[in-house]
């Protein structure tokens, strides 16, 4: 078993929803009717570029509307966002996705999530598909490729998105040839990739604009906040404001049945199961989304902290790790020092975690520090606690000795336990 | 002059945007239109408590749509959030304030920040208006009183809202009778605050629910983050999307002027200025929250860090103050620091400030820093700062010392700057 | 027997929909729930004043909606036409009859068919509802009295009514208070009339304002043909383009489950019978009014006649009826010669009819006058039909014969069949 | 100077609507710019073939929306009335000519006579466009042709008519192709016409389908009065129900200036005059339409005859005509006896006219027989009015003589005159 309890904190989540078999894999474009309704994939991207991945994290389906936001941040890459809001407004339509209204006067569709906003935004992309193509593997990083049958299965059904790109085009907010505007969009819906280039994508926004995999800057920190913005209030359609305030994430669905999701400045999510509700939203991914919100304390407006978090004290000497930490910990903080001291475990050393100026730790931060222990116990190291708010995380040490000390009398043989 | 430069900063912002005599002052209701149309009042409270109050930020007004999202806080608190959103739906209605639209089936209207849904939602609060009152009265913090004139005022103008709340219970939402719940809505419109009650009111919902003056828990967690993000979705109505990119604070604004925004798990801010925008929106508030958000790094979306802020290193001994900071710092982490020195400064001492574990100094984080840098040395201290990443902080001290050697050597007289 | 065939014609019609017994009494006004599915009346009045009366046509029951031309007819005599429109629009709304648009900028109900259109229509009638009361005395040609019951019912449940009101109220377009207002439209509603009151109320419009039955001039001829345009345009909410295009009939129904419709310079119809179908309409006078536009050829876009009808020759001497027809028979004119033949039926006397200069008989014109002959005969009377064409009424004359000659030779004993 | 007036009341009526310069000449397609804007031409037709034309009458236009009803009366014949409505609503849209909303559901269009309705309706008609072309040609009486350069213009610039095609594609309710539903559509448009045959096709409505002057039945009785009443409804867009009230014509607008207008049982009309109101409707051609409504009393709701109009006596004998009338007489009635009498004229002669029996004379009436008297007098014919109710036509004989009996003395040289 690895030391790292977060494999296996996502492997249960995704069991856990495993049998949840509502909803239909989409069959309005032939090509999405052959998926598997079995498959379910999750990846969580952190902002230092590790990626966790469970289940069919690695199974390839076509982007759909999820290309939707990442387009969008290379539009107002190419033409600044006073240009690009001239054409395409901001304000959630509470309509579904293909729906056609325009704004009167303008002819602007309401935002780029709907179709008619993403038909429009592609069409201000500079240089036509290959920016796009590119763009979008910058922000998975890596090479993608398009799924041409589902590309041409997606110019024969259409007809919908051709209706919005002629009315765009009578509204004069288009003014590209609408079928090549159409033909671009469906080019870049047909982009291939998986739950874990999802993650890294959705981490790339949540990270101010730099791949954290990559370490290349793909937008700038300007552009990733508008797009996250936009995802939190129009990325899920009508269902935006409830899905705002019970998942609490700025996400984008597809109906090939993936999400990305990312919390600002925390981390990035992909998800991946292809049957749907009835608004065309993976059943899985939904439900996947609303357990990492509420296990794992990922909510925009319930930040973790409100003293933030720090590792003030790092001592790694001989076969003793010292750590000690102040402020308030959430999941990111503490998945960040789970997966430092996971790396750092020496068979027969000692940890010793001084919590004495945590203020709040959040019980996701509780159980992965307690699992840790556990398991660096059993890999046989010895693990100590000083905590005089008794958080319960277990063996406690002494109370009368501080963190330095007890790493002291360790080396010296000296019983630290309480 | 006082030590800490945030309240210059904070009437030069409002300096800047006196001039700005656009908007007209409401007059639907006869009451509102005595106002003063120069009148701009500025407030912002920290979570520990602090409030910062500039020009006219003790001038009383009524409420007015301020009070929805404070009243919903109630709702939730009394009904539970399931019931509520049985009654009151979550989704922004790209439409005004004052729409009729109800949702087909349940009745129920949009969200609670239009007017429908804030007239239904004061029917979902337990035990009446001395409830509602006194609830107010708790998330600002004091005692508060109703304006009875401007009652009056609504109540012989309020027709539309007789029509929404007869509309609604005939769609079977609304179950209490109409005119008893137009008036109770029109008597929470009525309650007189003052830009420094909204700053608080805000930073009670910031704080999770927890006024940070009085201490007291006014609402849970939880009903403190579902109104945050009530207000960030629907708060500011049709310009709702436009708002939380460009400003990036759920808000809450009102027809007397006023404006209540907040930032989660950072601070609450008040705003008060009677001229509005055809949207029924402060005009200076407007402008106010847009330079707040610009220049000190306010927006959702934008978090001031990616691994937190920490003073990690607090040593005051003698007249020698010493702070080690770490992590990235922003606003609400600049801002404690600064008040917390100048409320130490001793004259003929020395600061040293050790930047060395520091990530990202948000520029409003170093323009504050630097201030009290300047003032403190014209107060009579010295200060140095050591930064091997040459931040612009200035005096730098010698690159060879760390912090504490800073001090011992200060103690003995040897010179410490570079 | 009768001589005359129509009042059998109608209660066969009525008879073969008795058995339809789909739809539901309507229960959300309670005094409304009490009526007796099985009544079924029916009453047609001719613009010389003949009421034919068949089933409960004497059954009382409130106006409700069928209230609404009659009391626009007042309104348009108040305040003339012009004013009129200028706060009630014209346009049908493709709406229900309560929907709550107005129309931007002027705040006009879209026409005085839907609730908002009536409530302010009955704000425009001089002198409150003493005159309402009249005039719709004045179209039915009979003092009419209010169920006070039925009133009080929709007083207590009229909240959507109320909100309309308010509505308008807030747009401008209503001046009067909006409490009274519903009230004096509630009122109006439930004025008690019968089947037949419709009849002659309807035909009061059909024949260009003047009461056919009292003979008193109730509204202009303008009047009743404005009347009448708004009644085939709007008068069947949005059903009314099918309407006009199945049945052709100007009409209007209400929820009590009377229909009153109008042909005009024709006839004027009656219908009560109380379940409804999804739209508010009664099932019965649906089917009632297709099958009396059916059979009895009554529709607006397909007169009975290119060329007109008329009797050139009325010949009554001694025990002879000479009756020479000119141009195209539809029902109106066959029923105006049935009933006058009728009439004047003498024993052992004879009637000739000559046809030769008819254009087109109508199926059910040829019925009436078939009908008649073969009464008139087994009354003991000789007939006899000069028709070159042979359009089937026998016995035909000897075709050598004309009218006229036929006439003197039955005074001498000659054969005068074919 | 010709003896029938009525050429010269049609000058008169077109002369003093020339100076009414209002509207724009349309833009939108270029071929259409070209049009010049005092153009004018009105033709009517009779019932029994007659066409009188006035003006621009056999100025060459292309059909634009005018082609609507007829393609639509082609779809009746063709696929029923059943499968049509199944296909294409019936309801008025209280929306503009090019709205996009379709039935939610059934994705029906509205009506046939907005764009989307026209579209799918011209993809119902069996075979074809040339079967169009020829169903057209057989309204008018004449082999029709399309003008190819509005044709291409139209192709060029009708891309909100492709993105409704493609709506109702992707609703379901258009099967066949969308670009080639939307060009048959166009090129109907194109068809060219005169007002002339503008008059003759609404006649053929108004005569049941019978073209008036080649005879020919072009479409059944049923799907004639099926179209009258949709053109009632739904012919003029969101002003239909104001056009009714106050025109009372069922009518057809299109863009080039045509307008299409008939008056069941009675004639049908032709307009032409480019210029446009913001409607898209020509403005001297809704100004004609208005005149004719109220100086000849053509309207819907106010038929000119309570009991029906005829001429119960024709006597021709020598240099004699002798005509009495019965009943009550509009212009229909009277514009027929006046061109018979004007055909008939005989220098020398005696015409007789006895009104004894004539119930209602409508003003037109009158002045079509008193101008036919004063020409014919002036011709050099004697000419008297036997009319005990002394309407105003003279001169009058004397009240002692029957009609027949005046004929008599005048041959006998007795005094006739009153």
Redesign the interface.
Known sequence: MALNPIPDLLDALRASLAGLDDGRVAEYIPELAHADPTWFGLALAT?DGHVYASGDADQPFTLQSVSKPFVYALALTDRGLDEV?QRV??????EAFNA?RLEPGTGRP??PMVNAGAILTASLVADGFPRVLAGLGAFAGRVLGVDERAYESEVETG??N??????M??AGSLQAD?EQSVRRYFRQCAVQVTARDLAVMSATLA??GVNPVTGEPVVT?DV???V???M???GMY?????W??RV?L?AKSGVSGGIAAAL??QLGIGLFSPPLDDRGTSVRGIAACEELSARFGL?????P??????V??VENRDRVLVRGL??DFGFA?AEALTRELAGQAVEGGLLVLDLDRVGQLHPVAAQLLGTLIERLTAYGMTAVVADGDRRGLLPQAHREFGALELALRWSESTPIRA
């Open positions: 902002l809001v407004g901001l304000e959630p339509s509470g056609t309401p935002n007809d919908r051709r209706a919005i790109a002629y009315l085009r009578t609408a990270n101010g920190r990733a906040s508008h996250l913005t936009v939190a209030t129009c009508d269902f935006a404001g409830e705002l305030l609490g700025p600002p400045a909510h925009l407006m319930r930040p902290a409100r003293t933030a978090s720090a003030y004290l102040q402020g903080a």
